[in-house]
């Protein structure tokens, strides 16, 4: 189990950038695959990116390839998601995750039941 704490959400305009951070408590944190998903007003938490517990592959849903990039620093115990060319429809709260099975690997479709733990989410809004 690994407790996550998900900050670096804002107000932002159209075009532009956000840097979000998922912090993690566990000292295994290098154990763990690290999801990022987002939830909209009236619509469903779907799958944003994905990091494997190494940091040596990635996965974006094809709504934010390309804009976005997702890194891990393991000594912090940190994973960040870069947004880049912000859009209206990239507006919600973003949560990160931990999936401890599948040995560190990205579980995909990347799918909310698979993950664990999750962290309190950080509100994104893209507004002008």
């Known amino acids: 189990e690994v407790q996550l704490q998900a900050s670096g959400g804002g107000l932002v305009q159209p075009g532009g950038s956000l840097r979000l951070s998922c912090a993690a408590s566990?000292?295994?944190?290098?154990?763990?695959?690290i999801g990022w998903f987002r939830q909209a007003p009236g619509k469903e938490r779907e799958g944003v990116s994905c990091?494997?517990?190494?940091?040596?592959?990635?996965y974006f849903a094809d709504s934010v390839k390309g804009r976005f990039t997702i890194s891990r620093d393991n000594a912090k115990n940190t994973v960040y998601l870069q947004m880049n060319n912000l859009k209206l429809e990239d507006t919600a709260v973003y949560y990160c995750?931990?999936?401890?099975?599948?040995?560190?690997?990205?579980?995909?479709?990347?799918?909310?039941?698979?993950?664990?733990?999750w962290g309190q989410g950080t509100l994104v809004t893209v507004s002008s």
């Open positions: 990091i494997t517990s190494s940091g040596g592959s990635t």
């Open positions: 566990a000292f295994s944190f290098d154990d763990y695959a």
């Open positions: 995750a931990a999936d401890g099975s599948d040995y560190g690997l990205c579980q995909r479709p990347l799918r909310p039941y698979n993950f664990d733990s």
